[in-house]
């Protein structure tokens, strides 16, 4: 049975990562998790872009660049140091996928929020503080499961 017969038939048992060699600490993917939904929080509450921009444009760094840290990370880094808490190496690639959702997304938010469509900007904004609320409770990364799902039977 191949992906698109399985996913037809309701098989969600698998997912399917993309794979790197390259390792992130799990500690700061999940604080990077948590400073996301306040930047995206003060963004709803005062009803300035600034805060989504601010956001897009980490997510840029984090997902095409090859800068080490992006600001959040940076601070994330810096927080796992004093809370001391252990390193958990994990595969990179899954995020790398999972920023680039978030900067498409947090790009939107910033859009619609300079539209003057706060309505339709909370929406995406929800999605991506749910997204990011999953990642930081639970260590479930939506990145795997939207690749799985939306773009690996492309592929199939």
Same mark, same amino acid.
């Given at each position: ?12 048992k698998?997912?399917?990562?993309? %794979?790197? #060699? #390259?390792? /992130?600490? #799990? *500690?700061?993917?999940?604080?990077n $998790?948590v ?6 929080g003060?963004?709803? &509450? ?16 984090? $997902? ?7 600001? %959040?990370?940076?601070?994330? +880094?810096?927080?796992?140091? &004093?809370? +001391? ?7 990179? $690639? ?5 920023? *680039? ?7 939107? &938010?910033?859009l ?8 339709? $900007? ?6 991506? /503080? ?9 260590? &479930? ?9 939306? /773009? ?5």
């Amino acid at each position: 049975m191949n992906f698109k017969q399985e996913f037809m038939a309701g098989n969600f048992k698998q997912l399917i990562c993309p %794979i790197s #060699e #390259e390792r /992130v600490n #799990e *500690r700061v993917t999940r604080i990077n $998790a948590v400073v996301g939904i306040l930047l995206l929080g003060a963004a709803f &509450v005062t009803g300035s872009f600034v805060f989504p921009a601010f956001l897009t444009l980490d997510f840029y760094i984090r $997902a095409f660049t090859k800068a080490k840290f992006s600001p %959040i990370s940076f601070l994330s +880094q810096q927080m796992t140091n &004093v809370l +001391q808490l252990d390193k958990k190496e994990i595969d990179k $690639a899954p995020k790398i996928f999972a920023a *680039r959702l978030g900067f498409l997304m947090s790009a939107v &938010v910033t859009l619609l929020m300079l539209m003057g469509l706060n309505t339709a $900007a909370i929406v995406v904004g929800g999605v991506l /503080v749910f997204f990011a609320s999953l990642e930081f409770a639970l260590a &479930v990364c939506m990145g795997c499961i939207l690749y799985t799902y939306l /773009v690996l039977p492309f592929y199939d």
